[in-house]
């Protein structure tokens, strides 16, 4: 596992972006795994200004997203079809019949998991999947005790996720509880993962995942157990971290004798 540690939020992000264009780049036509959340905002604002600055393109792109909310339609204002659309696949030149999320809105929720799974295999598979992290360690909506080897299914959320996300809804507003979720086994068949913690009260998640056992307790911690996993952290994020220093000597001798 590659540990990048960075200043700030912006330049993690940065280097995120960084990282996904030149993926783009080598495979044109490469299938991406996307995320939502606050953790990967500033990244998908740094890929829209490479798009509209002419550094990339996105024409030949697939996506997958990780999970979607059972009970909300797709043009819900919460949803996460929703929120890709504004904050990502409207501003660029991607198909949106190429973007694939979840679907959650009628009633066989197997069938949508076996047909996610299908999906993912018929396009060869993820060439880098994009994660953020929990603070609960979850990932996707992978919570904790989740199976290190489950595939796309439907997940209870914990309390701990559904209390981050209420900011999301109205005071008013019917907040799911259940979701429909890419498995642990599935992101880690992806060939490159790069996830990106950000803040301090991400710290105690970050460390497990980094440091702790792998466990399903931490779901996030299965990322040691990858090829070809990246973790790029803002100093907040890091700041639990025994080996701290160390993470930083290691990524600068990468850079010096790697690159």
Request: overall charge negative; proline content about 3%; charged content about 20%.
């Amino acid at each position: 596992m590659r540990v990048v540690i960075l200043p700030s939020e912006q330049e993690a992000s940065d280097f995120a972006a960084d990282f996904i264009e030149k993926l783009v780049i080598e495979k044109e036509n490469a299938v991406l795994g996307l995320a939502t959340g606050s953790s990967v905002l500033l990244t998908y604002e740094a890929l829209i200004k490479k798009y509209q600055s002419g550094e990339m393109s996105f024409k030949n792109i697939t996506t997958f997203n990780l999970d979607e909310y059972i009970g909300l339609q797709p043009d819900h204002i919460q949803s996460y079809r929703h929120y890709m659309n504004r904050k990502l696949f409207n501003h660029i030149d991607i198909d949106h019949k190429k973007t694939y999320i979840p679907e959650c809105f009628n009633k066989d929720y197997e069938s949508s998991c076996e047909s996610y799974e299908s999906k993912v295999r018929e396009n060869g598979g993820i060439d880098l999947q994009l994660l953020g992290i929990g603070t609960n360690g979850h990932i996707g909506f992978n919570e904790p005790t989740s199976s290190l080897s489950s595939r796309t299914r439907v997940k209870t959320l914990t309390q701990n996720t559904i209390k981050n996300n209420s900011r999301f809804f109205e005071n008013n507003e019917v907040q799911p509880s259940i979701a429909i979720t890419m498995g642990i086994g599935t992101i880690m068949e992806a060939q490159n993962i790069i996830l990106i913690g950000l803040g301090k009260h991400k710290s105690k998640a970050v460390a497990d995942l980094v440091e702790g056992p792998v466990s399903s307790f931490c779901p996030g911690s299965v990322l040691q157990n990858h090829r070809n996993a990246v973790v790029v952290l803002d100093n907040l994020a890091a700041s639990n971290l025994k080996l701290y220093d160390y993470y930083i000597h290691t990524e600068k001798m990468y850079l010096e004798y790697m690159c």
